[in-house]
């Protein structure tokens, strides 16, 4: 419950979707016997628009109740999404009350989530919000270090040094 929602924000590039995955396998492989759903935001905002067209608005909401873990990539984009928003704090409230872990991710954290309710802001900020912040130094040239050893390639140690001080904030360039 201490870290229910999990919120983690940072940067673009910084592994957010990366880590999100990540807690999605491993909870995949610890807790067999529940839900599990992985959405990007722009597809949970799909699914509730086509919903609503087509008047089963309350089969999707069904649906969600199943869930029991889930993990909501980029939820900046629920910005200007007033509908959207509204049933999106139904769905939150009720895995919330059920005890059902949310973890988000954003690009900024949750005070500073533009045209999103203040009321989904507070509750987003309620479990545990974690900062990914850029790599330091050593940081950078240990990844650099394991992807060449992953594809058995090999750079010099001063030219990795040189690509490691000077592209210091986004882990994928």
Known sequence: QV?????????VG??????LNAIGNYASKHHINQKILFLPT????????LAIRKNKLPSLLSEFKKIDILLLD???FLGDKDKTQEIFMNIFNEMQNAGKQIVLTSDRAPRELNNIEARLK???GLGLVCDISEPDYETRL???QSK???K?????AEFLSIIAKNITSNVRE
Do not use: W
């Not at 910084?14 to 880590?19: C, P, R, V």
């Not at 722009?42 to 628009?49: A, E, P």
């Not at 058995?152 to 010099?156: L, R, V």
């Open 148 to 150: 060449l050893a992953i």
């Open 3 to 11: 870290y229910n929602p999990l919120f983690i924000y940072g940067h």
């Open 74 to 76: 980029d939820i900046q």
């Open 152 to 156: 058995g390639e090999y750079i010099d």
């Open 122 to 124: 507070s509750r987003f």
């Open 142 to 144: 240990a990844i650099l």
């Open 14 to 19: 910084l592994g957010k979707t990366h880590l």
């Open 42 to 49: 722009t597809q949970l905002i799909d699914h509730i628009v």
